[in-house]
């Protein structure tokens, strides 16, 4: 009986567990939000998001993401759009707002504006593809080649949604724009991004459909296929309209969708409306299963929206799409969360109705410890010690010539960056998740017995 290689054992293994990008929109419209370093350790610590967006180019959230292994994808705001025409001056915006900030903060995206075809006026309308096209230029004339350049879509550009298998855009911008974009994103590899919001589709008599829930299903007349969802109906409208134009090929991206907890009397909105769209639809993204129309395909999705924004305009609805309340407290439970953590920070830190701090369990002598697990790779921990060091703590002592300093020992340097950061942090369980490779302890780390490292010294006055 022949036997598989254990080269093609691991690729099977790899394929296996690749899933898709689960990100969120991480917005800044509020006067109680908590500051960019501390969400960005409460994304890497708590939950399964492993990508951000924003909607603006922020230095302080991109230095805040350094070294987390989360992704950024940032805005060039629509203002910005007939600018980046000139090749000069997209040079100059690469030069000073994304190369400072490469490759410590992983950009994989730049948005040129958002929602354009929707918002936009005519100049920023024609300006779009070729300031698309100039942008990438400018990255790669700096030798950046990891970015991809797109922009985001709301679902206006459509003419027709229903069936599916007969999407198309509305002619105008399908000619004009769309198709040359679409000819740009294939020839750089790059997805076509859209926001797909079954919320504004909103029909009670279709409720359950809209939210993911047990239905009868639809059937498109002219596949025969059934959808048991209106997020797969929409997105298989968009394949649709791509391939009526020759880019059927092209990958989709989503980069808005969600669901507000709270509305102006309006049924729509519910806590358990909100639980049951961005729950079902995380728990969809991650079987990796796509849509009638792209089986199996797998799609970088960003959830609306981070936090509740109180400084947002309009209906109260705006105010309320968030997965998180500015203390980090969920809204409700959208499936982000790791180990059904309910995690809390210290006064000061999140802004809003403060929540007491857990007593922590008691330990021997009181103390408590965080230290690497015994299973965590090198690769993990090198990466909590970049993380940690980029954070403001000190890390003098492990760094050449340090106190504290082990050369090729990047497990007794971890421990002692991974505790560092515990205690600067108020000695927290959740700031020693560090993804899972952590565990707190009540065992003083001078007892363990690491080869070079002198943790009697490291961890005295600690």
Same mark, same amino acid.
């Given at each position: 009986m022949a036997t598989?290689?254990?080269?093609?054992?691991?690729?099977?293994?790899?394929?296996?567990?690749?899933?898709?990008?689960?990100?969120? &929109?991480?917005?800044?419209?509020?006067?109680?939000?908590?500051?960019?370093?501390?969400?960005?350790?409460?994304?890497?610590?708590?939950?399964?998001?492993?990508?951000?967006?924003?909607?603006?180019?922020?230095?302080?959230?991109?230095? !805040?993401?350094?070294?987390?292994?989360?992704?950024?994808?940032?805005?060039?705001?629509?203002? $910005?759009i007939a600018l980046l025409k000139n090749i000069d001056a997209a040079k100059q915006w690469v030069v000073t707002k994304i190369k400072p900030f490469v490759p410590q903060t992983k950009i994989n995206y730049i948005l040129v504006g958002s929602e354009v075809l929707h918002w936009g006026d005519t100049v920023m309308v024609r300006s779009l593809v070729p300031a698309m096209r100039t942008l990438h230029s400018a990255l790669l004339?700096?030798?950046?080649?990891?970015?991809?350049?797109?922009?985001?879509?709301?679902?206006?550009?459509?003419? #027709?949604?229903?069936?599916?298998?007969?999407?198309q855009f509305r002619p105008g911008y399908a000619k004009h724009v769309l198709t040359p974009m679409l000819k740009f994103l294939q020839e750089t590899k790059t997805p076509f991004m859209v926001n797909p919001y079954p919320y504004f589709g909103y029909n009670p008599k279709n409720v359950n459909f809209a939210l993911f829930r047990p239905n009868r299903g639809l059937v498109d007349r002219n596949t025969k296929l059934t959808y048991t969802n209106q997020f797969d109906l929409l997105m298989d409208a968009v394949h649709s309209a791509m391939k009526a134009v020759g880019y059927g090929d092209v990958d989709i991206a989503v980069g808005e969708t969600g669901w507000p907890s709270v509305c102006d009397g309006w049924d729509a909105c519910s806590v358990a &409306?909100?639980?049951?769209?961005? *729950?079902?639809?995380?728990?969809?993204?991650?079987?990796?299963? *796509?849509?009638?129309?792209?089986?199996?395909?797998?799609? $970088?999705?960003?959830?609306?929206?981070?936090? &509740?924004?109180?400084?947002?305009?309009?209906?109260?609805?705006?105010?309320?799409?968030?997965? +998180?309340?500015?203390?980090?407290?969920?809204?409700?439970?959208?499936?982000?969360?790791?180990?059904? #953590?309910?995690?809390?920070?210290?006064?000061?830190?999140? *802004?809003?109705?403060k929540k007491p701090l857990p007593t922590p369990?008691? !330990?021997?002598?009181?103390?408590?410890?965080?230290?690497?697990?015994? $299973?965590?790779?090198?690769?993990?921990? #090198?990466?909590?010690?970049?993380?940690?060091?980029?954070?403001?703590?000190? /890390?003098?002592?492990?760094?050449?010539?340090?106190? /504290?300093?082990?050369?090729?020992?990047?497990?007794?340097?971890?421990?002692?960056?991974?505790?560092?950061?515990?205690?600067?942090?108020?000695?927290?369980? +959740?700031? /020693?998740?560090?993804? &899972?490779?952590?565990v707190v302890t009540s065992i003083n780390p001078s007892e363990f017995q690491y080869h070079t490292l002198r943790t009697d010294i490291l961890f005295r006055n600690i």
């Open positions: 598989l290689s254990p080269l093609f054992l691991l690729l099977l293994f790899h394929l296996s567990v690749t899933v898709n990008s689960i990100g969120v &929109n991480y917005g800044t419209l509020g006067d109680n939000l908590p500051p960019p370093a501390t969400v960005a350790n409460f994304l890497k610590t708590n939950t399964i998001i492993n990508s951000v967006k924003i909607f603006d180019v922020n230095p302080d959230i991109l230095h !805040a993401f350094a070294n987390t292994g989360i992704s950024v994808t940032v805005t060039a705001p629509n203002g $910005d004339a700096e030798g950046i080649t990891d970015i991809k350049v797109t922009t985001a879509h709301s679902l206006a550009i459509m003419r #027709q949604s229903v069936p599916p298998s007969a999407g &409306n909100a639980q049951s769209y961005n *729950g079902q639809l995380v728990r969809h993204l991650e079987e990796g299963k *796509g849509t009638p129309l792209m089986p199996n395909r797998k799609f $970088d999705a960003y959830l609306f929206a981070l936090f &509740n924004e109180d400084q947002k305009p309009g209906p109260i609805a705006e105010r309320n799409w968030g997965l +998180f309340r500015p203390d980090f407290s969920p809204v409700y439970d959208s499936g982000i969360l790791r180990n059904a #953590q309910r995690p809390v920070v210290a006064p000061g830190q999140g *802004g809003g109705e369990a008691p !330990a021997v002598g009181g103390q408590k410890w965080c230290v690497p697990k015994p $299973d965590a790779s090198k690769e993990a921990l #090198q990466a909590n010690i970049n993380y940690v060091c980029s954070q403001n703590v000190d /890390c003098k002592p492990i760094q050449p010539g340090g106190l /504290c300093y082990a050369a090729n020992d990047v497990r007794a340097l971890a421990t002692y960056a991974m505790n560092a950061y515990y205690e600067a942090n108020g000695r927290h369980d +959740f700031n /020693c998740d560090f993804s &899972n490779s952590g």
